[in-house]
């Protein structure tokens, strides 16, 4: 029902930026919530940020809080993932994703299995 494509990746140092983008395909994108998660070689896939359909809310893990900001344009079908101040643990395959279905709580935008929709990921990889 929905395509996404992400774009963005590749090799940075240590304390620069990234800005990912997550192109959607399909005519009611701002029905979904959309979400980015990130999985890095022998570990789970880790939720980065989190974002309404209005993009009026946003969500993020300690992790990333205060360095990443999701955004959205509706008018444009992408959603963004701006990164600042990076660090080697950010390495990862960031994925964007997508429901449609309403989320009951805030704890369904952390949760991967709430999505019905993936991309196929862009690396990251942060230099020290």
């Known amino acids: 029902q929905v395509q996404l494509v992400e774009s963005g990746g590749g090799l940075v140092q240590a304390g620069g930026s990234l800005r990912l983008s997550c192109a959607a395909s399909g005519r009611t994108f701002s029905r979904y919530a959309m979400g980015w998660f990130r999985q890095a070689p022998g570990k789970e896939r880790e939720f980065v940020a989190g974002?309404?359909?209005?993009?009026?809310?946003?969500y993020y893990p300690d992790s990333v809080k205060g360095r990443f900001t999701i955004s959205r344009d509706n008018a444009k079908n992408t959603v963004y993932l701006q990164m600042n101040s990076l660090k080697p643990e950010d390495t990862a395959v960031y994925y964007c994703?997508?429901?449609?279905?309403?989320?009951?709580?805030?704890?369904?935008?952390?949760?991967?299995?709430?999505?019905?929709?993936w991309g196929q990921g862009t690396q990251v990889t942060v230099a020290s």
């Open positions: 974002i309404s359909r209005s993009g009026g809310t946003t």
């Open positions: 994703a997508a429901e449609s279905s309403t989320f009951y709580s805030s704890s369904d935008y952390y949760t991967a299995g709430r999505y019905s929709y």
